[in-house]
Each structure stands twice: as structure tokens, then as C-alpha cells.
């Protein structure tokens, strides 16, 4: 079989560096191709040509349709790929992250397992929420409790502003219908903020199931950092939309959602808040290159691809040749 047509693949270390790149790009009703090493996105109004190497993540939304090929330089040039619902209020599944190196998810392991700095963590959570108020020395008690009052506070103005009776959250997975009207619109859009949260998570590379405010489920850092927005944009939105009372309540709510997320660049603040989570001023920027350690317990690591048979036991090896 001949040579493939088209661009040659790139060494990793000619790739632009991830903080050079666009973000992320939404696409949706088309076909994606390829042409050397552009991605070609076709729909009725013609064809548009878009470099690889200048794209972080793809979010493949409905009607969208990927070629082999164009998942082929995809997959050779880094772009990460997550299929989800009209833009971003469902997550479905994703292909690869957009980092060929693991430093964001092992900073996010590390700080799960460390109790001191696991608090902290939450404590710039929680930062977010309260701008104006320094919490960096409450206890996750202390924090919960200021939490519970802020969402009650939020709650009730949104009743009053809309006069919508409001008589606590009361949500079942197993029952939509259960709740009154404004619990099903909450449930429906936090659905969309949980879509949207998800997809960005594992496009950096970070593990959903790794939460700091919520533990114990596969969704939990999904849930922590949706929570982050929810007083700005799904409550407020239940609300309205559970006072217009329309015929399909949960439509309406999504796309409401779904307009108040873009409109909010809540995609973007995502990924800043994420990274603004989990690293520190310290933290360097991930190379371009791919990095392949070995672990080692007294120095954290060594060099991959050395035969250390010749070497003695705790002794430099004597060739770094693989």
C-alpha cells in the first residue's frame, strides 16, 4: 500500500505550546475532513479550512459527522475531541485530552490525597464564591454552613424577583415529574452545566471522578465545578422559566441555558478556574514535548528509556542510550 497523501506528521516538539492555541471550537450540522493539514468543516454554505495545529479541542455537537482522515491528523497533531450535546449541555464521550502530559491530573491526584492541601483547594472554591470575604482560614464546617446560607439567600431572591413559590430542593434521578416546576427546571439545567463541565474537564487532561467539595462518585469534580455557577446562571433561569410556566418546561430550560452559557463565557472561565484550582504561581507551563518518566521513591523520577542493568543499585546508569 502507497504513502498516504498529505502533511507529514510533526515531532511533538514543533507542535505551538497549548497556551499559544485557540481554545476550544464548537461545531455542529457538518462534516469534518481533511485536507493536508487543515480540517475541513463542510455544511451547506461551503467549506471552511482550519489549520490543526492552531486548534486545542473540538466539541463535536449535533449533526456532526468526522471522517477517518480528519480524525487521523486529529489524533497526530494533539486535538483533543469531545462529543456533546447543543453547545456543550450534554457530554457524551470524549477522545483524547488535549495534553500529552499527565502534570494537571497528577497535581489533581496530589491534592485530593493531601488533607492540608485537599482544604485549601476547597477554600479557593469557595473564594469564588465569596469575592469580597476572606476564608482562608475557615474549617470545611464553617465553610458549608456559609455555603447553605448563600444558596438560600440565592433561592429566596430569585422567589421574590419572580414570585415563585420556593419550598426547598427536591430532586430524585429515578422520578423527574416528582418535584414541582421550578425543581424540574433546576434539574434540567444544572444537567446542562454538568455537560459542559464535564467536557472540559477531561479536555485538560483532569479526572472527573477526583473531587475536592464532592467525593465518593465518578462525577464528583464535575459537580464542584459546576457549582461555581449556578447561583449566575441556572437558578436564576429556573426560575423565570417556571414562572412563564411553557408547555415543555425542560426544552425551554435547556436552551435558555445553553444562550446564558455562551453569552457568560462560562467555557472559558471554566478552564481558567480549573487551572486557577489546581496550580499554584509555582507550577511551570507543560512543555510541548511528550514526557515519559520512570517513578523511582527516593528521587520522584528517572530518565525513560535507560537500560539500568549496568548500573549499580542506587548508582547514576552509565549510558542514558535507550
Not at 456532526?64 to 462529543?83: I, K, P, S
Request: charged share 25%; aromatic share 6%.
Amino acid at each position: 500500500m502507497g504513502e498516504l497523501p498529505g502533511m507529514i506528521r510533526p515531532e511533538l516538539q514543533a507542535l505551538p505550546q497549548v497556551k499559544d492555541r485557540m481554545t476550544f471550537l464548537y461545531l455542529e450540522h457538518c462534516t469534518l475532513g481533511r485536507q493536508d493539514g487543515a480540517i475541513t468543516v463542510t455544511d451547506e454554505k461551503g467549506v471552511v479550512h482550519i489549520p490543526a495545529a492552531a486548534i486545542s479541542v473540538l466539541l463535536l455537537g449535533p449533526g456532526t459527522r468526522v471522517t477517518h482522515r480528519a480524525m487521523e491528523l486529529m489524533g497526530d497533531t494533539g486535538v483533543g475531541a469531545v462529543w456533546v450535546g447543543e453547545h456543550g449541555v450534554r457530554y457524551y464521550a470524549h477522545g483524547r485530552p488535549l495534553t500529552t502530559r499527565a502534570g494537571l491530573l497528577l497535581r489533581q491526584a496530589e491534592l485530593v490525597t493531601n488533607t492540608r492541601k485537599h482544604l485549601a483547594v476547597v477554600r479557593k472554591m469557595y473564594q469564588l464564591r465569596f469575592p469580597e470575604e476572606d476564608v482562608s482560614r475557615l474549617t470545611m464546617q464553617q465553610l458549608r454552613g456559609r455555603e447553605g446560607s448563600r444558596v438560600r439567600g440565592v433561592y429566596r431572591k430569585a422567589s421574590r424577583k419572580t414570585g415563585v413559590p420556593w419550598n426547598g430542593r427536591l430532586y430524585r434521578p429515578d422520578d423527574f415529574a416528582a418535584g414541582d416546576k421550578v425543581n424540574q427546571a433546576l434539574s434540567a439545567g444544572h444537567a446542562c452545566l454538568y455537560g459542559l463541565a464535564h467536557a472540559v474537564i477531561v479536555a485538560l487532561g483532569c479526572s472527573p471522578g477526583l473531587g475536592f467539595v464532592h467525593v465518593g462518585h465518578e462525577g464528583s469534580f464535575v459537580y464542584d465545578i459546576a457549582d461555581l455557577y449556578k447561583a449566575e446562571v441556572t437558578i436564576p433561569i429556573a426560575f423565570q422559566v417556571a414562572a412563564e410556566d411553557p408547555e415543555d418546561l425542560p426544552a425551554v430550560v435547556r436552551r435558555r441555558v445553553r444562550d446564558a452559557m455562551v453569552e457568560h463565557h462560562i467555557l472559558e472561565r471554566m478552564v481558567h478556574d480549573i487551572r486557577w484550582l489546581l496550580q499554584d504561581e509555582e507550577t511551570p507551563e507543560e512543555a510541548a514535548e511528550e514526557a515519559v518518566y520512570l517513578w523511582d521513591d527516593r528521587v520522584g523520577t528517572v530518565a525513560n528509556g535507560v537500560n539500568y542493568f549496568e548500573a549499580g543499585e542506587g548508582d547514576a546508569p552509565s549510558s542514558s542510550s535507550p
